[in-house]
């Protein structure tokens, strides 16, 4: 919350945001939704109403896995239910840690169903929303690549490929 204090401050230079771990290193979709989150928890000093939001998150990221796994039929309910009960580790990052992971990953689940119903355009959309927020997301690219060429035109891949690109150049223009 710290870096993010700069920026509704108005610091627009990313080479003079930072709070005591540092330099800010996330993109600008981290800096819009952990601002919108600073507001939302009284400059976040409100933990226990993030701590539920992240819980929101945290489910809403449950429900969509449950939707691949029963669209793709690949893995029984089951075994979400179980990796769901019993994965401390995902609990603690989601409510306890409030890292920006959930965020980007909640980003990209939702980009995967859009994908899976064939609406590519915005499930680019909501894709390049994710890398936004953390650049590891930008590790999905090849396979996404794959996925263009293999499922659309070339002119298609072409336009889902402007869109991840507008999606970034617009978020980050005010820096």
Request: glycine residues 6%.
């Amino acid at each position: 919350m710290q870096e993010v204090e700069g920026f509704l401050n108005g610091t627009m230079d990313y080479g003079k945001l930072q709070g005591d771990t540092g330099p800010l290193v996330y993109p600008a979709g981290f800096v819009y939704i952990y601002s919108a989150l600073y507001y939302i928890t009284s400059k976040g000093e409100n933990i226990y109403l993030a701590q539920y939001i992240f819980m929101c998150f945290y489910l809403l990221q449950i429900l969509l896995n449950y939707r691949i796994l029963s669209l793709t039929a690949k893995i029984p309910p089951f075994a979400l239910v179980i990796s769901t009960l019993t994965s401390y580790r995902i609990h603690s990052i989601y409510v306890l840690r409030l890292f920006n992971d959930p965020v980007a990953v909640l980003l990209f689940y939702i980009s995967l169903n859009l994908f899976i119903s064939n609406k590519w355009i915005l499930g680019s959309f909501f894709y390049s929303l994710a890398v936004s927020v953390k650049m590891n997301i930008l590790l999905y690219s090849p396979c996404l690549l794959i996925a263009y060429l293999t499922n659309l035109t070339l002119l298609e891949t072409c336009i889902n490929l402007i869109v991840c690109a507008a999606v970034q150049l617009i978020l980050g223009f005010p820096f």
